[in-house]
């Protein structure tokens, strides 16, 4: 009975009559959560095994070609004789370039819109916005913007180992400037706050403590884009790059190939019994291979070696 007389309404333990089955909401949950698990897991699956097949028919194919003779010979209309020496020297090459290019200018203009833009300023937010898509534009048209400005327009460099390292360096700085960005943002303002409340200017700050603190982040995202930059073949086909170069680049105003380059003519060549050059593009694939695992390498322990916890 209740206070006033009237009969306690009963109720069924943890609920009222009338709600709903909690427990048959959450085992609903439960199902949805595995289900989309399991499709997660079966991608992730399929892609490592079409990534072990793959990997594994290009060792097969070239192995048997990987020696001594192959890293230093040039390249040869005799597969027996053909090498990727110029197209390694060539990688090399473009590298130096793009990294030459891409550390100052994506460094500065990271710290630059993290710490100094206003980004009430319409000109600030063009310049962001402009940033997020270009990291989205494909390879092609940087390409074709190589071509028009330092292939043949006002700079006029020709097809040489510059245009191809600017191209290269232009594909990918809006992602060095991208992680430069995150790397700066990274650093706790009190870092900040308390090196200019012991009289530093903002520039000492920024040169002494916040880039230090953000240099592991910036060394990651820049080796990185670096490992994107080595395997691009379009952007190096439009501007130029040779595809039988029998000389290693001299200079920046060298003609040159590269690893991609190479491949790309190999496979393209009718091969037969006494002239097959499909294991040449399979040994120039791990020879690349090589340089990109080794860059990531690189990039891992930087970013283990030199992380900070705040």
Not at 47 to 75: C, P, R
Request: aromatic share 8%; proline share 5%.
């Amino acid at each position: 009975m209740s206070a006033h007389g009237a009969p306690a309404t009963p109720l069924i333990a943890g609920r009222d009559a009338g709600s709903p089955a909690i427990g048959s909401a959450s085992t609903g949950e439960r199902l949805r959560e595995t289900a989309f698990r399991a499709v997660l897991l079966s991608c992730i699956a399929l892609a490592i095994l079409l990534l072990g097949v793959l990997l594994v028919d290009v060792a097969v194919d070239g192995l048997g070609v990987l020696s001594l003779d192959f890293i230093t010979s040039f390249a040869s209309s005799n597969a027996e004789q053909a090498g990727v020496q110029a197209a390694l020297t060539g990688t090399l090459w473009l590298m130096a370039v793009c990294v030459t290019f891409i550390v100052p200018v994506g460094v500065a203009t990271a710290i630059y819109l993290e710490e100094y833009a206003d980004s009430s300023r319409w000109y600030n937010r063009l310049i962001e916005v402009n940033i997020q898509n270009l990291a989205a534009v494909p390879s092609i048209v940087y390409g074709i913007l190589g071509l028009a400005f330092l292939v043949r327009g006002p700079l006029g460099l020709e097809r040489v180992v510059l245009a191809g390292g600017l191209t290269l360096g232009l594909l990918v700085l809006p992602v060095v400037i991208i992680a430069g960005r995150e790397a700066v943002r990274a650093v706790p303002s009190s870092i900040r706050e308390g090196s200019m409340a012991l009289g530093a200017t903002q520039w000492q700050t920024i040169w002494k403590q916040v880039l230090p603190a953000a240099i592991p982040g910036m060394a990651t995202g820049i080796i990185l884009a670096l490992s994107r930059a080595i395997g691009e073949t379009a952007p190096l086909i439009v501007v130029g790059a040779a595809t039988f170069v029998a000389f290693n680049p001299e200079g920046l105003f060298s003609q040159f190939t590269a690893l991609p380059i190479q491949i790309f003519e190999w496979v393209s060549r009718p091969s037969n019994d006494l002239n097959d050059f499909k294991p040449l593009a399979a040994g120039a694939i791990l020879v690349l291979m090589v340089l990109l695992i080794s860059m990531n390498a690189v990039a891992i322990w930087l970013r283990n070696r030199f992380e900070r916890k705040w």
